[in-house]
């Protein structure tokens, strides 16, 4: 993806999230300089990869597949795995009209996904196999706001804003907006989406950046070599 067209869909996003009453933290406003200034100070929200992240999951055509998050907080696997500290994170995402976020799944994240605002967002499911693999015939179960819902291989639940679903390890899941645009909120388990993005085919889960103009703000994935010096 071009430099310039992530800048785009960061002013984008940030008025739309504007628009639904929503204000990001403060760090989102850095500006690379800033970041470089504050990245001691800031290790958490490095170490965690909190902040900006858009991807085209490598196929180049963002407005089909691709989606935009915003990672609000995030704990650290270490306390997940003792039983106790920050074992939970928080996002916000932009799923955009009929633009495909690929089927995946977890092996260790559970999480809320939440329409907060905007057109109809719609989340297809598939089960596992006894390996944990996609099986493309079996269905499971999901809560839909505390009550349960057993779906069928492949069926597409329709969340209107204020609506949510809670997926599983195991809960295969892609979703889009039909209808428009949706403010989506996900809140989950800790976050880890250098290791724990399962797809079913092939993608990438980071974009390319092709630097054709300076960033606006740095994405989860300049970090390493934005920061790197630091």
């Known amino acids: ?18 628009r639904y009453g929503f204000v990001l933290p403060p760090f989102a406003d850095w500006t690379p300089d800033e970041f470089r200034k504050r990245a001691k100070a800031a290790e958490h929200i490095v170490g965690s990869r909190c902040g900006w992240d858009i991807t085209d999951f490598g196929g180049g055509k963002f407005d089909r597949m691709g989606l935009f998050l915003f990672t609000l907080r995030n704990g650290l696997l270490s306390d997940l795995k003792s039983g106790g ?62 009550i349960r819902r057993d779906y069928a291989a492949g069926e597409k639940l329709r969340l209107a804003p204020g609506e949510s679903v809670t997926l599983r390890p195991g809960d295969w899941h892609a979703f889009w ?24 085919d092939p993608v990438g889960r980071f974009a390319t950046v092709e630097e054709d103009v300076a960033p606006t703000h740095l994405l989860v ?4 070599t934005w920061l790197e010096s630091v």
């Open 1 to 18: 993806m071009k430099r310039s067209t992530i800048n785009a869909i960061m002013a984008e996003a940030q008025e739309m999230i504007l």
């Open 221 to 224: 994935s300049d970090y390493a």
């Open 85 to 146: 500290g920050m074992c939970y994170a928080e996002k916000l995402l932009i799923s955009k009209q009929d633009q495909l976020t690929p089927m995946h799944t977890h092996a260790i994240k559970a999480e809320d996904i939440i329409n907060r605002g905007g057109a109809t967002l719609v989340v297809q499911l598939y089960g596992s196999d006894d390996l944990g693999r996609f099986a493309e015939d079996r269905g499971g179960a999901v809560w839909c706001d505390g």
């Open 177 to 200: 907006g039909e209808g428009g645009d949706v403010l989506v909120g996900e809140v989950s388990t800790v976050n880890d989406d250098e290791t724990d993005n399962i797809f079913r």
